[in-house]
């Protein structure tokens, strides 16, 4: 539980960090990663934020070892609180009434799914099935990549309402949802046996490959994304997709059963089905700038 509180606190701040630095920078794309990366390689502020994530990547995997999945994310989610105050008071974003009401939803149905577990049958699982890991991760990959890219060609086109960030949230949650599931891989491979035969065990599975692309595409596209969108948005749309995934096929694919108590299994259903309803009505727009009013009317026009 203290891991996964740490693993919150570094999280949201790295974010912030992160999203404080690039406001400074000049505009990065995604169609040009090295110069992107370079862009944010020369910035300490950055560098601080991007050290913060690394660390609360280590608590993340502590907590793998020892609380399941959907107790894991139930936990991790909750510090979406911690980053609309952090966002609000170092970023100075400001958050709608709407978008309030989805965070507050979000982590009531998150709520709902960490009343579901129950300690003395919940089991952790330490394995999954390679050919079923693939079968989850790969189509997901390409789902979040596509989302992606579907952002970037509508935010491209002239005229059109700027994107509140919702699609980028979803297309690089994904990608962070593969992570999450080859962080939990990873935390099993680390048995008792030896580094030698851990190491070995760990270069045999798909795990390591899956972090060092869900890595290097995330990275880029998650730098876009929060130099375009607010902090405040798009890393919630971003953490609910990644727990949900997390949560529910993590769960199927370690093994991890689901609640044989009806009151249970209805909590986690109906805390999974609110959080999916809430992505789906989030606003997908910006609300466009107050208009500025003359500080003087104009003066009327006169004859002669």
């Known amino acids: 539980m203290v891991a996964a509180l740490l693993a919150n606190v570094l999280y949201s701040t790295g974010f912030v960090l992160e999203k404080r ?3 400074a920078m000049p505009s990065v794309s995604v169609r040009e990663p090295l110069r992107l990366l370079r862009q944010v390689v020369s910035s300490p502020l950055w560098i601080g934020g991007s050290l913060a994530l690394a ?5 993340q995997l502590a907590v793998y070892r020892t609380l399941p999945i959907a107790a894991a994310q139930g936990i991790f989610v909750s510090g979406l609180v911690l980053l609309l105050l952090l966002s609000s008071v170092l970023l100075g974003e ?3 009434g709407r978008e309030r009401f989805a965070v507050g939803a979000i982590l009531a149905a998150l709520l709902m799914v960490v009343l579901s577990l129950d300690e003395g049958t919940d089991t952790v699982g330490e394995d999954a099935p390679v050919p079923l890991v693939l079968a989850v991760c790969l189509p997901s990959l390409a789902l979040g990549v596509w989302l992606y890219a579907t952002g970037e060609r509508r935010a491209g086109q002239r005229h059109r309402q700027r994107s509140s960030g919702v699609e980028y949230g979803v297309g690089v949650g994904l990608l ?3 992570s999450s599931l080859a962080i939990k891989g990873v935390s099993g491979c680390l048995t008792t046996d030896g580094l030698g035969g851990e190491l070995l065990g760990l270069l045999a599975s798909p795990y390591p490959y899956l972090l060092l692309f869900t890595g290097a595409f995330g990275l880029v596209m998650s730098q876009a994304a929060l130099q375009r969108c607010r902090a405040s948005l798009i890393v919630p749309v971003c953490t609910t997709v990644t727990a949900l995934f997390t949560a529910v096929l993590g769960t199927l694919a370690f093994g ?36 500025a009013h003359p500080s003087s009317p104009p003066k009327e026009l006169t004859s002669g």
């Open 21 to 23: 630095a690039l406001s």
């Open 94 to 96: 400001r958050t709608s």
């Open 55 to 59: 660390a609360g990547f280590g608590a």
């Open 176 to 178: 962070y949802g593969v």
């Open 256 to 291: 991890e059963a689901l609640p044989d108590d009806p009151v249970r299994l209805a909590l986690r259903v109906a805390g999974t089905a609110l959080a999916v309803t809430v992505l789906l009505v989030m606003p997908k727009h910006d609300a466009p700038p107050p208009a």
